[in-house]
């Protein structure tokens, strides 16, 4: 069963994802942040500890289904950051940020994509559940900027492509989750 668990800052989206596999030691919780300053440093080890500590932890922004192992179910928190981690990669050169085209955004997308559609099938090969938490980024306002221009409308296409490929997809606002699919 592939899930998909969506909604803007601080919903309540990740405690709900969490809540659905609470009651089970075989988890494995894929973590994409990266630890670049004390301000995440706190928010990774706030996380960290809201967990069960007998869940599994992987960290990383690429080969997600490295990830996969005897476990029955897992947890991807999140998308957006994976997505911004990737972008990131591919688009920073010498200190700055190279020009996003359409065919750049079209790469970025698709290699995000493939990372995903790799743990999915890894997943569902092992008849596993996998829950995937993203960010919803339409509800906003339009960036000023271009690079933020260019990530809402790359995790907003990715959503879709994601929330397709899901069973089920949630759309969690003021902590209530909706099933939506």
């Not at 009651?23 to 809201?50: G, L, Q």
């Not at 179910?73 to 688009?91: E, G, H, K």
């Amino acid at each position: 069963m592939i899930k998909m668990v969506v909604g803007g800052a601080r919903s309540g989206k990740s405690s709900f994802a969490e809540k659905q596999f609470i009651d089970k030691d075989n988890v494995v919780y894929i973590a994409t942040s990266r630890v670049e300053d004390e301000e995440m440093k706190d928010r990774v080890e706030h996380h960290k500890s809201s967990r069960p500590h007998g869940w599994r932890t992987y960290e990383g922004s690429y080969g997600l289904v490295q990830a996969v192992g005897d476990e029955e179910n897992y947890l991807l928190d999140c998308l957006t950051v994976l997505t911004s981690n990737i972008m990131f990669d591919m688009t920073y050169e010498s200190g700055r940020t190279v020009p996003i085209d359409s065919k750049l955004q079209q790469q970025v997308e698709d290699r995000i994509f493939a990372e995903v559609v790799s743990l999915i099938d890894a997943v569902n090969k092992r008849d596993s559940d996998l829950i995937i938490v993203t960010n919803e980024v339409g509800y906003s306002l339009v960036p000023e900027h271009h690079i933020g221009r260019v990530f809402r409308d790359i995790q907003g296409r990715l959503n879709q492509r994601v929330a397709e490929k899901a069973d089920e997809v949630y759309l969690v606002s003021c902590g209530i989750p909706v099933r939506i699919k």
